[in-house]
């Protein structure tokens, strides 16, 4: 038998295969959902529509998920976020597979605090707040009344918004996507806010500072079904 020298096994420098993440059912949904919005917009006839949805609901990896809607720019943050975990983020490379993936044009970046900041009023009332990308603040005032605030579209790595909110016999009612750190900084009078358990991420997916003041009043952080909760049942 013929042994391998020290020579042969210094210059055996292949990379090891790369780990496969197994897809779960919560996965599949996400990229359901970037698929209805897409046919909502427009952009897929019903015969691509079907077989990106059969091919979603097969697949078994994270990356047999990415290509379903690497060319959908409803689904660019899904789309980056199953990149990092399969540990694709870090292709940044002229000509890699990711940037052939999802071209910027798609999705310019938003700088944080590039958009201007979001104001509300709520007396005996309330609405829908979707946040934009770029928001750096958000101010809103509720008299028996509050808002449903979204903040899905505008979180990420390094983000942070700054929610400040003045309310009396109200509250509003906020939605995060999964991995936002909230960091509670309001003044209350018997009166407090509730993070769910859900919602209570480690802050790789940015920060929410909640300022302000309530009297006989208070919020509720919950963890957003998707990035657009608005669309698929908000409460936990």
């Known amino acids: 038998m013929k042994t391998a020298t020290l020579g042969t096994m210094a210059d055996d420098d292949s990379p090891p295969p790369q780990r496969r993440i197994r897809a779960s059912d919560q996965d599949r949904d996400d990229v359901l959902s970037v698929i209805t919005d897409a046919v909502t917009n427009g952009r897929l006839d019903p015969e691509e529509t079907a077989q990106r949805q059969d091919?979603?609901?097969s697949a078994k990896f994270l990356d047999d998920l990415m290509p379903l809607i690497?060319?959908?720019p409803e689904g660019h943050r899904l789309?980056?976020?199953l990149a990092r975990q399969?540990?694709?983020?870090q292709e940044a490379g002229p000509g890699s597979a990711l940037q052939r993936r999802v071209p910027a044009e798609l999705s310019p970046a938003v700088d944080p605090g590039s958009a201007p900041p979001t104001n509300s009023v709520a007396i005996m009332s309330g609405r829908e707040i979707d946040v934009a990308p770029g928001t750096g603040q958000v101010t809103t005032y509720a008299l028996m009344g509050g808002d449903?605030?979204?903040?899905c579209a505008v979180m990420g790595?390094?983000?942070t918004v700054e929610l400040v909110s003045y309310s009396m016999w109200g509250g509003n009612d906020i939605y995060v996507p999964p991995g936002v750190r909230i960091r509670d900084e309001t003044i209350n009078i018997?009166?407090?806010?509730?993070v769910r358990q859900a919602a209570r991420g480690d802050g790789s997916n940015g920060t929410v500072v909640l300022k302000g003041f309530s009297l006989m009043a208070g919020h509720d952080v919950h963890l957003a079904k998707g990035y657009r909760a608005k669309d698929q049942g908000q409460l936990e």
Request: glycine share 16%.
């Open 79 to 81: 789309h980056q976020r």
């Open 157 to 159: 790595p390094g983000v």
């Open 70 to 72: 690497d060319d959908l």
């Open 55 to 57: 091919d979603a609901i």
């Open 190 to 194: 018997i009166a407090g806010n509730e």
């Open 86 to 89: 399969t540990g694709r983020g």
């Open 148 to 151: 449903n605030i979204d903040l």
